[in-house]
């Protein structure tokens, strides 16, 4: 098969492995080398599905032994296969990067003839990239199954990997992807944080030990494929975070595409709202020191599609505000709807010379939109509605009509033009 018809179908059918981004990975020129991992080094492009398309991500082959419900390159799925040779992976490779088409390397693989037959060839494809001087970023996904001593060595020659945990939950997996055993997706996560920890301590003896996975591993779920509600989900990735160090957990609206009693319907949208609101709910638990616990409980096992995660928590837990943003530490700053890190900080700092009143938090940036709902400013409150969930819930959706306070006869009239008018109606005043 030629190059060319092999690339269409494996750069296809790579599209559906969201698991990738850059970079966090630095390494510097060599001699006679080709270029540099930078941690800004692979620019960011996203699709119009929002999938990322910054690396050159590929298939090394869809010719698939597994047969997992959801995926495409399925063994019983009837598309058309191909597999590339190292070599080609290689000189496509070179070739985009000298032009300057890319700056990296996304490969993936279905699992071809056996796991660790897949992993030898992506491990021979990553090392002739090195010796063949590519200096740019690699992104590996390691082959669940695949033995410990390979993905150790692909991890001297890539700087991230993934293994794909790819359903919430166990029981899912057996349902869906009954060759997948959980066992064989924690133990190469397990052992790439043992290896890159163990690696932290040898370059802090040995300046000169190569680097294993310097931009460390993610993974990646799919969302909707099972029941899970989204506090397994994020319970799930709290619990990947905390023990593999993982850099990222990436979520995939399950898009469906296969009739199947085991899956959603094909007329089921691609959850890509919830999706969202998964990733939003993640930046809580990585930067702003949530516990999935305090985002969600069983009695509001998912969020509401219609607000962000921040507010949804606040609404949930409205007796703790107003909160007074002269008084307030940085740790409840930073979980007002409306204040980010960035101005939790600055309220911090200013507020050392002065009290700050609103036209101050404006000036810092605060997103008042949202955040006058939630605080005081020198004991003030200047929300306007009476602080509870429902009429808060109506005025950040925007939608005036449904306000629970009291309609003035004015609020009926749109702009003030037309209101002036009507006043003078009601009033008999010209
Ligand atoms: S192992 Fe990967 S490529 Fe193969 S069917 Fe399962 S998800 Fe698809």
Sequence with gaps: MEILTKLQILSDAAKYDVSCSSSGSTRKNSKGGLGNAAVSGICHSWSEDGRCISLFKILFSNECIYNCAYC???????????????????????????????????????????????MELLIKTVQMLRENKFNGYIHLKGIPGADNTLINRAGLYVDRMSVNIEL??????????????????????????????????????????????????????????????????????????????????YYSAYIPVFESSTLPSIQTKPPLLREHRLYQADWLLRFYGFN??????????????????????????????????????YTELIRVPGIGIRSAMKIVTARRMSKLDYEDLKKLGVVLKRAK??????????????????????????????????????????????????????????
């Design 168 to 249: 919430p939950s166990e029981a899912s997996l057996q349902a869906l992807a009954p060759q997948k055993k959980k066992e064989s997706i924690i133990k190469p996560m397990s052992l790439i944080k043992n290896g890159i920890i163990q690696n932290k301590e040898e370059k802090m003896n040995y300046r000169k030990t190569p680097s294993f996975l310097p931009a460390g591993q993610t993974t990646q779920l799919i969302v909707g494929a099972s029941p899970e509600p989204d506090l397994n989900i994020l319970k799930l990735s709290e619990g990947l975070y905390k023990r593999f160090t993982m850099k990222r957990v």
């Design 373 to 430: 709902y939630f605080i005081t400013c020198k004991g003030k409150y200047y929300g306007g509605i009476s602080i509870n969930p429902i009429s808060i819930k109506q005025v950040l959706l925007d939608r005036p009509e449904s306000y629970s306070t009291q309609l003035s006869i004015f609020d009926m009239f749109p702009d003030s033009l037309v209101r002036k008018e009507a006043s003078s109606n009601i009033t008999g005043e010209f």
């Design 72 to 118: 495409s390159s399925k063994i019983t799925n009837d598309v058309r296969r191909a597999t590339f040779t190292p070599e080609e992976v290689v000189s496509l490779t070179m070739n985009f990067y000298k032009r300057n088409y890319i700056e990296g390397l996304f490969l993936s693989s279905a699992v071809y003839k056996s796991p660790d037959y897949t």
């Design 292 to 329: 999935a616990d305090e985002l969600l409980n069983s009695n509001n096992p998912n969020f509401d599609l219609e607000l962000d995660p921040k507010c949804f928590w606040a609404l949930e837990n409205i007796h703790i505000f107003p909160l007074e943003v002269n008084k307030a530490d």
